[in-house]
């Protein structure tokens, strides 16, 4: 029972802030400052998602997760397609898992 | 371009995100059981919840013993960075029915909101139309409840090598929708490079999940004063 109410609980509390601005952001009318803070949130939270997250996958291996970061950086240099890249630094890690740590 | 391949066109955006999920969502399902989850409860879980980070602390705590307020708590300070998330997902979807939005707001998640604003190469229009936007949650979304439901099933069949690559696998999604725009843009990759450096220091005094949201708001407002007026 107390599984239950916890998968609810968690359910309604993950929906809220998800749920929000699509409720709120049409009824206001923003200035212009807030559509440029809005236009730079994407880069703003992926900076923030990466680093350190990435050096963080194993904790006690921070190169591990420093190795995969960096071959998804150099194969997006190249403007490969997103899988590719993902498919790169995916390799990359399951190998040196393999071979070095 | 009609509906049909719109959908069509937001199932393969999406495919990379669901490849990633499925292997996380089977060691999610193979911790859930071991936690005293059923199946059914662990897969319910991922159907309602569809929430990566949250639903492993969730489990954890559990398993830790801790209490049903504590966990939901935890939880919903953890996913406070998606009211952010939306902010800039719902943007792009100023022009959908109300029910539209509601609908899918459900499936912002860290990953579906990354392509979801980065991801186009081009502002293609059909990039902003409910079928694009649903074909590509919903493809996301059932890599993570079908991963869920597999692991559930056969506890622990997935080597820890596996989940640690599709995990940075995962970083990789984000660094490879970031770095092109980024090298466009000085002051989009300023704005990047700020928040990393904002979310280290931020780390060290604020719980993690409280330092990605503080450094977001942060970081993006520094876009107040780069960016010229949008067109």
Do not use: C
């Not at chain 2, 059923?38 to 319910?44: G, K, P, R, V």
């Not at chain 2, 843009?185 to 490079?193: K, M, P, R």
């Amino acid at each position: 029972m107390t599984v239950l109410i916890v998968i609810l609980g968690m359910a309604v509390v993950t929906y809220l802030p998800r749920v929000l601005p699509a409720l709120f952001l049409d009824r206001f009318k923003f200035p212009a400052w807030f559509q440029k803070w809005l236009q730079s949130i994407p880069y703003a939270a992926l900076g923030a998602l990466i680093f350190p997250g990435v050096l963080l996958v194993e904790k006690d291996q921070p190169l591990l997760g420093l190795m995969g970061g960096i071959t998804a950086f150099l194969l997006s240099l190249l403007n490969l397609h997103i899988t590719l890249v993902m498919a790169g630094s995916i390799l990359v890690v399951y190998l040196l898992q393999l071979v070095i740590f | 371009m009609s509906r049909s391949s719109n959908i069509l066109s937001g199932v393969q955006s999406g495919l990379p995100i669901a490849l990633g999920y499925f292997p996380i969502a089977i060691a999610f399902g193979a911790l859930a059981v071991q936690a005293q989850l059923s199946w059914l409860e662990a897969t319910l879980m991922s159907l309602i919840v569809f929430a990566g980070a949250s639903q492993f602390v969730g489990v954890s705590m559990l398993l830790a013993g801790a209490g049903a307020v504590q966990i939901i708590t935890a939880t919903f300070f953890l996913n406070m960075r998606h009211l952010i998330m939306s902010l800039a997902v719902n943007d792009q979807m100023r022009h959908f029915s109300q029910g539209s939005k509601n609908l899918l707001s459900f499936f912002i998640t860290d990953e579906t909101f990354a392509l979801l604003t980065l991801g186009a190469k081009t502002p293609q229009m059909e990039k902003r139309t409910p079928a694009y936007m649903a074909g590509l949650m919903v493809t996301a979304y059932l890599g993570w409840v079908s991963g869920t439901a597999v692991g559930g099933l056969g506890a622990g069949m997935i080597p820890a090598e596996i989940t640690t690559a599709m995990t940075v696998g995962l970083y990789g999604l984000f660094i490879g929708l970031l770095v092109p725009p980024a090298r466009k843009s000085l002051s989009f990759g300023g704005i990047a490079l700020l928040s990393m450096a904002l979310n280290w220091f931020l780390r060290l005094i604020l719980d993690p999940g409280w330092a990605i949201v503080l450094a977001t708001i942060l970081a993006a407002s520094l876009g107040i004063f780069l960016i010229k007026e949008q067109s």
